[in-house]
């Protein structure tokens, strides 16, 4: 089971940018999805989580500006960024809790995808 996220890239302050991340491989079924980020030198940091049913929650400092979604049809979750500022240059990871199929039994793991950089200028 892979996680691949893409999207990244530089934008300037104000700017948007919209992040994907899709899930390939044996999936019984994806439980969270969640995206977070890390600054060179600092903890990784959750961004925005949602669950299965849709349920979303997110960092106080991206709140009201990113949306976090996702297609449970295609394994995919999204980060949409708007009015971006450079404090949100940092690699962005997607992380997933997934339940794979092994045989005939069902097994769960916490997944995370290589991560991919957010750089925004002032």
């Known amino acids: 089971v892979l996680l691949q996220a893409y999207g990244g890239g530089l934008a300037q302050a104000g700017g948007s940018l919209r992040l994907s991340c899709a899930a390939s491989?044996?999936?019984?079924?994806?439980?969270?999805m969640a995206w977070y980020r890390q600054v060179t030198g600092k903890e990784r940091e959750v961004v925005a989580t949602?669950?299965?049913?849709?349920?979303?929650s997110y960092a106080d400092s991206v709140r009201g500006r990113f949306t976090i979604a996702r297609d449970n049809t295609a394994n995919n979750v999204y980060l949409q960024m708007n009015s971006l500022k450079p404090e949100d240059t940092a690699v962005y990871y997607c992380h997933a809790e997934i339940q794979y199929l092994n045989g005939d039994q069902v097994h769960g793991m916490d997944i995370w995808g290589k991560g991919t950089l957010v750089t925004v200028s002032s």
């Open positions: 491989g044996n999936i019984f079924n994806i439980n969270d």
């Open positions: 949602i669950t299965r049913a849709d349920a979303t």
